[in-house]
Every structure is written in C-alpha cells, then in structure tokens.
C-alpha cells in the first residue's frame, strides 16, 4: 500500500464504563487523529495510517465523555415516535414500504396485505388490544418465513466457504438488528421484517460472515466485500430505516 493511500474502514469497538462505544475506524496520510460523531448517532475515526491502534483506542477512550455527550445530545433532537394507536388510518412499515391500517369488522380474525394497505379483520373494529395481537402476530409470521428463505439463498451464495448451517431464531433486541452466537446460532431482530428487503439481506450475510470470522477484524471485512460489495450503502439505509 503506498504511503498516501486511504484505507477502508474497520468497524471497531470500546467500553466506557456501563456504556459501548462503537465506531468506524479508517487511516488516511494526516498527521492527526480526528473523531466525528454524526446526527444519526455513528461514530468515525480517521487516524494517520502509521498510528499504532492501541495508542487510537487510547485517544478514543479519552474522548469517551464527550463522544457520549454528543450521542446524548443528537439523540435528544431525534422526533419521538407517537405512540401506536392501531386504527385505521395509522402507518406501519413492511419490508420499507409503508401501509394504511385499514380495521375490517370480520367474525374470522387475521391480517392480509393489499395495495397500500394492511387489513386487520376482527369482530371489534375499536378493539385496540386485539388489533395490536393480531398484527404483532403477523409481522412475526412474516419475518420467520422471509429470513429463512433469505438465509438459504444466502448460504447458497457463501457456498465456497463451506459454512455450516446455522439455526435461526427471532429475538427482540432493543439495540442489535442481528446477531451470531458463540455456538453458531444466528438471531435476528423480529423488527427488521419492517426495513428494506435489501437491508434483511444485508444483516443476515452480516451474520453469516461472523461464523468464519468472529470478530470485525480485516478478515472478516475482506469476506464481507467479497460476497456483498454494497454492504457500506445497505448498512447506511438501514441505520435511517423508519419502523
């Protein structure tokens, strides 16, 4: 690599004290070390290219206070999410598309997806706590069936490295959107059902690049390139997904 050229960035990690810290690192010929927290809460460090990484996690963690302090501040100008009401006329997200409630009154209780819309059939049509079950129901149905057809398509596609099949199980995580486990099983977040389709298949490659490579380390980066060259631009859209 010549003396001037940029490298990609590395995703990295620290704690400081209860609270984690993660943050893009790069190098790039400067003579300093920069830290730049975002509105949308990411964190990037670009440091010269020689700089021993140590010495950056040190700088980094000096930096800490402040770099929560900014995350705390931008998270505060964030809009809050009104509280769902589940009527009809209210917005949800499918697969980034965005759908009207439409509450049916019906004697067979379910939910069926139309254009532009998301009927929810039930013999009260002001029955709130019915109508919250019977979506939070469907959405589920929706991402088992969805990631696991992703995910065999995606082991198809990581074929040439051999991996083993892992088990899939949804769990809710109020700060992970997927997750590979020490013994192989890859959780996924029931929300991400609501997130792009290019986005699912983003996370679950993600996760599936983590049993070769366990940690964010150069390797696992290079493998993640290699089978999804666009992951940067998914991994953007995910992060400013409404849900």
């Known amino acids: ?8 960035a590395v995703a990295r990690h620290m704690t400081y004290g209860s609270e984690r810290i993660d943050f893009l690192l790069s190098r790039r010929a400067r ?18 290219i020689d700089a021993d990484e140590t ?9 800490a206070r ?12 964030m809009p809050k999410p009104m509280p769902r009401r589940y009527r009809s006329g209210e917005t949800h997200r499918y697969l980034g598309r965005q759908y009207r409630l439409r509450i ?14 998301i009927e ?12 919250r079950k019977l979506l939070d129901r469907w959405f589920r149905q929706q991402a088992e069936r969805r990631f696991h057809r992703e995910l065999g398509k995606a082991l198809k596609r990581l074929a040439v490295y051999r991996l083993p099949s892992p088990k899939l199980r949804l769990l809710r995580m109020p700060k992970r959107w997927g997750s590979c486990t020490a013994k192989g099983e890859i959780l996924l977040n029931p929300e991400l059902i609501k997130t792009p389709g290019v986005c699912v298949e983003y996370v679950i490659l993600h996760e599936l690049c983590h049993l070769k490579h366990p940690n964010h380390s150069a390797a696992f980066f290079r ?21």
């Open 1 to 8: 690599m010549s003396a001037d050229a940029d490298t990609q």
């Open 31 to 48: 003579k300093t070390l920069a830290i730049t927290v975002h509105p949308n809460l990411r964190v990037e460090v670009v440091a010269p």
């Open 55 to 63: 010495a950056i996690l040190d700088r980094v963690r000096a930096r």
């Open 66 to 77: 402040w770099i929560l302090r900014q995350r705390r501040q931008f998270l505060s100008w």
């Open 104 to 117: 049916v009154k019906s004697e067979t209780p379910g939910v069926s997806l139309k254009t532009g819309f």
């Open 120 to 131: 929810i059939h039930q013999q009260e049509t002001q029955d709130v706590a019915t109508a």
């Open 223 to 243: 493998m993640l390139d290699a089978v999804l060259p666009d992951w940067r631009e998914r991994k953007q859209r995910l992060e400013q997904a409404e849900i």
